[in-house]
């Protein structure tokens, strides 16, 4: 494992991941009964905004254990998909208003910012071409017969 091999996107997705965990923490919604975090209000969005996590910490985790860029790559492309799908999910949990919630709080917009930084993480992953982060292959000649 190597934080060398870490792209910008890489980096990005770690702050998103980090303010995913945190809006976990955090209260999501003030209601007449108290406040109300995710697991509180456990639904779709949730499970959604956890799917984009796993994939941004398995596109982290593939960058810096592998020594070609071929599963990086390809968990960054599976990571759009998901965090768009996570991004979509987060707008409607600020939207929505579950268990008569009077107004929405710092985690349910800390989710929205953290699925938002997530797939831009994954997304300039997939534009970062840098082949110095890799050595090239160097494969031995066959024998001459």
Do not use: K
């Amino acid at each position: 494992m190597s934080l060398r091999r870490l792209r910008a996107g890489e980096y990005v997705a770690i702050v998103g991941c980090v303010c995913v965990v945190f809006s976990l923490l955090l209260p999501a919604y003030h209601s007449p009964i108290g406040n109300l975090d995710a697991w509180q209000t456990f639904g779709p969005a949730v499970a959604l905004t956890l799917a984009a996590l796993f994939a941004g910490l398995a596109m982290i985790v593939s960058a810096m254990t592998e020594r070609s860029p071929a599963l990086p790559i390809a968990t960054a492309v599976w990571c759009v998909p998901v965090s768009l799908i996570a991004v979509i999910a987060a707008v409607v949990r600020v939207l929505e208003r579950p268990d008569n919630a009077s107004s929405v709080a710092a985690g349910a917009w800390l989710e929205l910012v953290g699925t938002c930084v997530i797939l831009m993480g994954a997304w300039l992953s997939m534009r970062d071409e840098r082949t110095s982060l890799y050595s090239p292959a160097t494969p031995e000649p066959r024998p001459r017969p």
